[in-house]
């Protein structure tokens, strides 16, 4: 089932012209699924052959099975912002887990995963190919989405695992903008940091310093794209940076530009950020 309309756009660069050139629908899992799977997400496109659009996407720190434009596959954390030209027609159809949601199905550690994009098989086995099959079979995008929600529900656990302990630390990162130092978190979790940081690697595949920045810069991207005239130190002292510098640099390594100027990217001749389905 498509969920209400939201305009929470965390993740795509510069969304105001990508939206406008392509549809994303997001859809929600059913109950026992949404333990490990976030969204189902549908990006559809209809261009002109002459006005092909490149959109860059700063990735969540997760694991997305992707279906459509060509063979299954499974994308593990990116640290660099991901890059996709949208030509002609397409569609196509992703499974995006939770932070540490993927962990339970996977016979290797996450961070094996990282940067990586791999063959659904190579990681699922053959059920992959019968999967792909169904999901090329259905009728129509809510089927689609029907069977891939149907394929993780039949093998969602009955127990609640390690797994899902760091999936909630990382909601508390993103629920709480001030919480920015490693050893918070693993106070939190009531571990040291090095053991935090061996849980990061093995059930989500990225330190868990790296996951808190990524979540203040999407913060600080939304602003950007959304707010005229901000003040940058504010805005970093309210994302518990210690100071607008910190933040610029992060800012600049994570998306290719500093804040203000990529602000400036937002809004130059671009339509206002549109409502998405979700």
Same mark, same amino acid.
């Given at each position: 089932m498509v969920e209400p309309a939201e305009r929470d756009t965390r993740g795509i660069l510069a969304p105001g012209p990508g939206l406008a050139r392509f549809a994303l629908r997001r859809h929600a899992p059913s109950p026992g699924v949404s333990r490990f799977v976030d969204r189902y997400w549908v990006v559809t496109w209809d261009l002109p052959a002459d006005e092909p659009h490149t959109q860059e996407v700063l990735v969540h720190p997760v694991v997305n099975l992707v279906f459509g434009d060509g063979p299954a596959r499974l994308s593990g954390v990116r640290r660099?912002?991901?890059?996709?030209?949208?030509?002609?027609?397409?569609?196509?159809?992703?499974?995006?887990?939770?932070?540490?949601?993927f962990s339970p199905f996977s016979d290797r550690p996450l961070d094996a995963l990282t940067d990586r994009?791999?063959?659904?098989?190579?990681?699922?086995?053959?059920?992959?190919?019968?999967?792909?099959?169904?999901?090329? $079979? #259905?009728?129509?995008? %809510?089927?689609?989405? /029907?069977? !891939?929600?149907?394929?993780?529900?039949?093998?969602?656990? =009955? +127990?609640?695992?390690?797994?899902?302990n760091v999936t909630e630390l990382v909601d508390k990162v993103i629920a709480d903008p001030l919480l920015n130092r490693v050893d918070d978190l693993a106070a939190i979790a009531g571990c040291t940091v090095r053991q935090l940081q061996r849980l990061f690697a093995e059930h989500v595949g990225i330190s868990p310093k790296w996951v808190i920045r990524r979540y203040r810069l999407y913060d600080a991207a939304e602003r $950007? #794209?959304?707010?005229? %005239?901000?003040?940058? /130190?504010? !805005?970093?002292?309210?994302?518990?940076?210690?100071?607008? =510098? +910190?933040?610029?640099?992060?800012?600049?390594?994570?998306?290719?530009?500093?804040?203000?100027?990529?602000?400036?990217?937002?809004?130059?001749?671009?339509p206002p950020i549109p409502s998405f389905t979700r």
């Open positions: 660099t912002r991901f890059r996709r030209t949208l030509a002609g027609q397409g569609m196509v159809l992703g499974a995006m887990f939770r932070p540490a949601g994009e791999l063959d659904l098989a190579e990681v699922i086995g053959p059920d992959a190919a019968v999967l792909a099959t169904d999901v090329d $079979a #259905a009728p129509d995008e %809510d089927a689609m989405v /029907a069977v !891939v929600d149907r394929f993780w529900a039949d093998r969602v656990p =009955a +127990h609640r695992l390690q797994s899902e $950007a #794209a959304r707010e005229p %005239d901000l003040d940058w /130190a504010r !805005v970093a002292a309210e994302l518990g940076y210690a100071d607008q =510098a +910190h933040l610029t640099r992060d800012f600049a390594a994570a998306i290719g530009l500093p804040p203000a100027r990529y602000a400036e990217r937002c809004r130059a001749g671009t």
